[in-house]
Nanobody, 124 residues
Framework: QVRLVESGGGWVQAGGSLRVSCAASGLTFSSYHMGWFRQAPGKEREFVAAIMRNTGNRYYRDSVKGRFTISTDNAKNTVYLQMNNLKPEDTAVYYC?????????????????WGQGTQVTVSS
């Protein structure tokens, strides 16, 4: 059974930093492309970042470029999202996801497995 479990969310003031983690089990972690998405209240879920396992390429939505960094630790089967200089508009539930096929990793439909999400709240 595949499980993705996020942790590390919380409350932070604008300009602060948080690192959210996603521990994977039940799959060959190093074979899966990993992504982070987020959903703010009243809005659709949106792509945040992804890392391609075959090339090591990283992708980010424009609004987080230069502030967020996605990384993986294969020894711990964990993907991270380091978030710096957080803004109130970053407030959302953050979800990690895993995709075996490396196609259009910015799209939700490309992912096979999802975590339950972790709340990140940024106050102004």
């Amino acid at each position: 059974q595949v499980r993705l479990v996020e942790s590390g969310g919380g409350w932070v003031q604008a300009g602060g930093s948080l690192r959210v983690s996603c521990a994977a089990s039940g799959l060959t972690f190093s074979s899966y492309h990993m992504g982070w998405f987020r959903q703010a209240p009243g809005k659709e879920r949106e792509f945040v970042a992804a890392i391609m396992r075959n090339t090591g390429n990283r992708y980010y939505r424009d609004s987080v470029k230069g502030r967020f960094t996605i990384s993986t630790d294969n020894a711990k089967n964990t993907v991270y999202l380091q978030m710096n200089n957080l803004k109130p508009e970053d407030t959302a539930v953050y979800y990690c996801a895993a995709a075996i096929r490396g196609v259009t990793v910015t799209r939700e439909g490309s992912y096979d497995y999802w975590g339950q999400g972790t709340q990140v709240t940024v106050s102004s």
